[in-house]
T-cell receptor, first 113, second 117 residues
Framework: TQLLEQSPQFLSIQEGENLTVYCNSS?????LQWYRQEPGEGPVLLVT?????EVKKLKRLTFQFGDARKDSSLHITAAQPGDTGLYLC?????????????FGKGTLLTVNP | GAGVSQSPRYKVAKRGQDVALRCDPI?????LFWYQQALGQGPEFLTY????????KSGLPSDRFFAERPEGSVSTLKIQRTQQEDSAVYLC???????????????FGAGSRLTVL
């Protein structure tokens, strides 16, 4: 059961455009992580957000954690072909099982030159 | 090693065969995880080791799945009597400490893609 819903599932844009992808849940998470996965590779961590309302920037990527720690968004400015990949959000619960991540299905982003 | 290494990268098995997938975590990493990623899905948790102790195996789909980490380093995921629904990428990940936090991050291997015919 996927407790994290990601949208859109697929996104194809032109180089230079901006985009936002969303990660929503009815559950509260102690932290939320965003990963990018390329074909034939494992997910690579981009960022971890832990505080409700937190905003983190990584070059052209801006990550936001919702105030209630149930949702998150990833905004990419001036997308480049190198941004192409599967973007996954993953949440960790508080308490004794906070080693276990729950992943969304991902947003498959294609940036065309 | 510098990263998490998994082997084989690709495995084709006939239905009913047993398979073994190996994971070499980053040296010194205490925690090791196995995740299963079906086509078009996000990874799903299978099991968690802290050193040699298997602390959580709640995600293993059936008793045909077995994982071990006898010396607290290399881990093996074994699937007995494989079925077509076992076809997936099996990802191994490790982290230095016991819990995930902003400072304690998960590093994934490239995965082992299992196809059961």
């Amino acid at each position: 059961t996927q407790l994290l819903e990601q949208s859109p599932q697929f996104l194809s844009i032109q180089e230079g455009e901006n985009l936002t992808v969303y990660c929503n849940s009815s559950s509260v998470f102690s932290s939320l992580q965003w990963y990018r996965q390329e074909p034939g590779e494992g997910p690579v961590l981009l960022v971890t957000v832990v505080t409700g309302g937190e905003v983190k920037k990584l070059k052209r990527l801006t990550f936001q954690f919702g105030d209630a720690r149930k949702d998150s968004s990833l905004h990419i400015t001036a997308a480049q072909p190198g941004d192409t990949g599967l973007y996954l959000c993953a949440g960790a619960r508080s308490g004794g099982s906070n080693y276990k991540l729950t992943f969304g299905k991902g947003t498959l982003l294609t940036v065309n030159p | 090693g510098a990263g998490v290494s998994q082997s084989p990268r690709y495995k084709v098995a006939k239905r009913g065969q047993d398979v073994a997938l190996r994971c070499d975590p980053i040296s010194g990493h205490v925690s090791l995880f196995w995740y299963q990623q079906a086509l078009g899905q996000g990874p799903e948790f299978l099991t968690y080791f802290q050193n040699e102790a298997q602390l959580d195996k709640s995600g293993l789909p059936s008793d045909r799945f077995f994982a071990e980490r006898p010396e607290g380093s290399v881990s093996t995921l074994k699937i007995q009597r494989t079925q077509q629904e076992d076809s997936a990428v099996y990802l191994c990940a490790s982290t230095r400490g016991p819990y995930l936090s902003g400072a304690n991050v998960l590093t994934f291997g490239a995965g082992s893609r299992l196809t059961v015919l």
